[in-house]
């Protein structure tokens, strides 16, 4: 862990300690130790099957791991019930948008809600994200499997902020979209962090869009945390341009450096 991230403890909002998460016999992440700072955007970038999507699922409850301590603010929930992780203010936007598809974009965003009571002001943050998403106002009678994948991406979000959430989980959220929807999802995503201060934790296969919103980042190899820093520092690494924003520099040879640093634990 850097000193930057030492000096950070006292305001981690999540923290994960050597976490070991498997697929039956299979280990999809070994030893992983992170943190995400309250009111930060926290990136994990690696390739795919590089055990990511593991790493969400092991901090929202689906999978339970073998090994380590997830904690969320100061408190043990490791291998919790995914709702009651969910009522202390955890919300995962999964990959691949998984929105209720008969149901409309309406009550897509009340099943955001459910855990709530206040419903003066449900009313009120469903104005508030469509304000974000305005497409979402103009198809909210429309069921949600009639919307097109950026649309239900965009809906899955809203639908994590109307639990109004402390950290969202967001998994992949470029999957499958044009670049221009990609830019304008990441924009939304830097606004609700900026303008609501709901931290968060976005794991992404597009290290470029992801560098650039993010304000800290962790670099995933084979189920293993291998390089971390803050994002501004990471875009300047030679591996990080050569590796993952696709700038080789010559003379530089196939193999990563990290690698032959062996710098994880």
Not at 185 to 208: D, K, P, S
Request: aromatic share 6%.
């Amino acid at each position: 862990m850097s000193d930057a991230m030492a000096t950070a403890n006292g305001d981690a909002l999540l923290r994960l300690q050597n976490v070991e998460s498997a697929y039956g016999p299979i280990k999809a992440i070994r030893g992983v130790s992170l943190q995400v700072r309250r009111g930060e955007i926290a990136a994990v970038l690696g390739s795919n099957g590089a055990g990511k999507t593991t790493i969400l699922k092991t901090i929202s409850g689906i999978i339970d791991p073998r090994k380590g301590s997830v904690e969320f603010k100061g408190q043990d929930i490791t291998a919790h019930d995914p709702a009651a992780i969910v009522r202390r203010g955890l919300m995962h936007v999964p990959e691949g948008r998984e929105v209720f598809p008969l149901l409309s974009v309406r009550d897509n965003l009340l099943m955001g809600a459910y855990t709530r009571a206040d419903k003066d002001a449900v009313g009120r943050d469903i104005e508030t994200v469509f304000g974000y998403f305005p497409i979402l106002q103009e198809r909210a009678a429309q069921e949600a499997g009639l919307l097109s994948g950026g649309q239900q991406q965009m809906l899955a979000i809203s639908r994590a902020l109307m639990a109004q959430p402390e950290l969202i989980l967001l998994d992949e959220p470029s999957l499958g979209l044009s670049p221009k929807l990609t830019k304008e999802i990441f924009e939304i995503v830097v606004r609700i962090n900026r303008e609501r201060g709901t931290t968060i934790l976005l794991v992404e296969q597009n290290a470029n869009m992801a560098l650039n919103a993010s304000d800290y980042g962790y670099v995933l190899e084979n189920g293993r945390i291998v390089m971390e820093d803050s994002c501004e520092r990471l875009r300047e690494k030679d591996d990080i341009k050569e590796f993952y924003l696709g700038m080789k520099d010559e003379g530089v040879r196939g193999e990563r450096r990290w690698k032959k640093k062996k710098t994880w634990r």
